[in-house]
């Protein structure tokens, strides 16, 4: 039996191990943490994204409802405007991100050990001697850290992060989005299933104290809830060169955030994990058809980094301007929405279903 090393427990590498060990290969997962759920810095949490239940599901080989659940409300904020966004386009779903046993994470974990992929935790990859010494057709799977970026050779953006998690009513499902003068990209509050997350970021430069201030108000005013301090963090984001999205780098296979399979201008990265993790096994098999299926999947990247250094070069008035006019009208926003799902990394994998079996 052929053996298959995959680095990283994350969303792309589990999804990878199952496909794997499904076609007969002995997969062993080498995971940084002492857990599955990703790093405590920022897990667990409420994370969305727009999919398609049926065909994303199908395309990876597992029923992904099981265990996500719709967003019942999302509302887009520029500045002081609310638009509330049509939750029956896409539509949008909760991921539950982390440690818990109701989480994403450990949904994939528990099918990976019934398929019988052996795991080794508090295991990093840090340094050249430590990769070149893994076998052929590993597939790196790393995500938001800079050990893998710096490994791989990948270039990338070190983001600024202001978190924090709490408890909320578990009868609460929403996601507030916020576009305004705190940063050019966005912040976010999240509450599901008890978990209450607030996100601030920004991919260019640290975020001011008079700006996380603002923020915290700003969530305090729709959210009826106090930030009681931030947890500060940076992390690697694959925006800094057009040339980022790939798939084999010598003899190794990059899946998930590492190879590129993120959204561009909101980061949304959910997605292109899962789509990138069932290509990067078929890359142990057939690399011609796993290339073709990547570049399906990352077609979205060059245009999206685009428009995002666009948006990060206009004032911020124009930007919130630019949402208010996307969201506000009904014809508009089913427009909008559409365009971001079909933006999405790995979108146009899945409705054309998995052709290279």
């Known amino acids: 039996m052929k053996e298959i090393v995959v ?3 994350g969303l792309s590498g589990l999804v990878a191990s199952i496909n794997l060990a499904r076609r007969g290969f ?3 997962v080498l995971e940084r943490e002492a857990r599955v759920g990703g790093s405590p810095l920022y897990h667990p949490s409420g994370q969305g994204t727009f999919l398609k239940m049926k065909e994303m599901s199908k395309y990876i080989g597992v029923d992904l409802s099981e265990v996500l659940e719709p967003i019942r409300v999302m509302v887009e904020m520029p500045g002081r405007f609310k638009c509330e966004i049509d939750t029956s386009i896409g539509p949008p779903w909760f991921f539950e991100r982390g440690p818990r046993s109701t989480s994403v994470d450990n949904y994939l974990y528990g099918i990976a050990r019934d398929e019988g992929v052996e795991f080794e935790f508090g295991r990093p990859v840090y340094s050249q001697a430590e990769l070149a010494a893994l076998p052929p057709n590993t597939i790196v799977a790393t995500g938001l850290h800079f050990e893998g970026f710096d490994l791989m050779g990948q270039p990338y953006l070190t983001s600024h992060h202001f978190t924090y998690k709490g408890t909320c009513d578990p009868d609460l499902n929403y996601v507030h989005l916020f576009h305004d003068r705190y940063t050019t990209d966005y912040g976010y509050t999240s509450c599901f299933r008890g978990i209450r997350y607030v996100h601030l970021f920004n991919r260019y430069r640290p975020i001011s104290l008079e700006a996380r201030e603002a923020f915290a108000r700003r969530v305090r005013e729709e959210d009826g809830f106090e930030v ?3 947890n500060s963090f940076t992390f690697p984001v694959p925006a800094a060169s057009f040339n980022t999205p790939r798939l084999l780098v010598g003899d190794k296979i ?3 955030t590492l190879a590129g399979a993120m959204d ?3 980061f949304f990265g959910l997605h292109g ?7 990067a096994a078929l890359a142990v098999e057939d690399k011609y058809a796993a ?3 990547f570049r399906r999947c990352t077609l979205p990247y060059r245009p999206g980094l ?3 250094r666009l948006m990060a070069l206009q004032p911020s008035w124009l930007t919130r301007l630019g949402f208010l006019a996307a969201f506000s009208d009904y014809r508009r926003k089913k427009f909008t929405q559409r365009a971001l799902i079909a933006g999405m990394p790995g979108y146009l994998n899945t409705v054309r279903g998995c052709t290279a079996a």
């Open 7 to 9: 680095v990283g427990a």
């Open 26 to 28: 002995a997969v062993k």
């Open 228 to 230: 009681p301090e931030w």
């Open 254 to 256: 990059l899946a998930g």
């Open 264 to 266: 561009n201008v909101a």
């Open 273 to 279: 994990a899962l789509v990138s993790g069932r290509i």
């Open 291 to 293: 290339w073709q299926e």
């Open 306 to 308: 685009a428009a995002a």
